[in-house]
């Protein structure tokens, strides 16, 4: 069965730095792979997705690439500020697929210290 | 814009008591799901429902049942709780007729079973 790897452990990142975050899948690349922010008691927020005929896609402060060879996704925020504090989840989703429900990592806690 | 909307924010139960979760979106979604999410386990899908009049189980069905009552909302219930559903549960809805096809969620039910 697939799986999806991200950083388990918590990612402490000083404010104004770039944070990158991984999300490593197994088996068959997906057709497109999204990103989520969790933050406490809250559900998650969709924030980007890309697709894998595209190798960057970005949104503000935001990046995202797709490595199908490496079967790999990062994340990256530059210009990282506290607020950007959270959980991110990481999610692929397979052409055909998705209406079945999409499988998540279990996310990299990010810490943007002052 | 409510978006997704789940109902009650918080419940305790004590084993072996019964009760529903709800769900509402507004965005016209024809796909929605639940899943629980617990520490070090990350999100699990528990069922979903791709379409209206159809519910199909996910990774951890067992001592849940849906039941899609119209397009708009998409209930939970536990039958006969137990401490090991102890979790947060999370909604979510998505418009899989145009993929890709991003998920919206809920802000979560906390659900204690002592």
């Known amino acids: 069965s697939q799986k999806i790897e991200q950083n388990s452990e918590a990612l402490n990142i000083q404010e104004g730095k770039t944070a990158t975050l991984t999300c490593n899948y197994t088996n068959y690349s997906p057709a497109y792979l999204q990103w989520y922010r969790q933050d406490p008691g809250r559900g998650p927020v969709f924030l980007l997705l890309?697709?894998?005929?595209?190798k960057e896609k970005r949104k503000e402060r935001l990046k995202v690439t797709f490595d199908t060879t490496l079967k790999q996704s990062l994340f990256h925020i530059t210009a990282s500020q506290p607020a950007d504090s959270a959980t991110y989840l990481c999610?692929?989703?397979?052409?055909?697929?998705?209406?079945?429900?999409?499988?998540f990592g279990k996310g990299t806690h990010l810490i943007i210290q002052p | 814009n409510a978006g997704v909307t789940q109902t009650p924010k918080f419940q305790v139960l004590k084993t072996g008591q019964s009760m529903t979760l709800q769900c509402a979106q507004d965005?016209?979604?024809?796909?929605m799901y639940w899943y629980r999410q617990d520490p070090g386990m990350g999100l699990r899908l528990i069922y979903y429902?791709?379409?209206?009049?159809?519910?199909d189980k996910g990774e951890v069905p067992n001592g849940y049942n849906v039941s899609r009552l119209n397009k708009r909302e998409f209930s939970l219930r536990l039958e006969s709780a137990a401490p090991s559903q102890t979790s947060v549960y999370f909604c979510a809805s998505s418009d899989t007729a145009l993929p890709p096809f991003p998920y919206t969620f809920g802000s979560g039910t906390r659900l204690t079973v002592v």
């Open positions: 999610a692929p989703h397979y052409s055909g697929g998705g209406a079945d429900g999409l499988t």
């Open positions: 890309i697709r894998e005929n595209e």
């Open positions: 965005m016209n979604h024809n796909s």
């Open positions: 429902s791709a379409s209206e009049g159809t519910t």
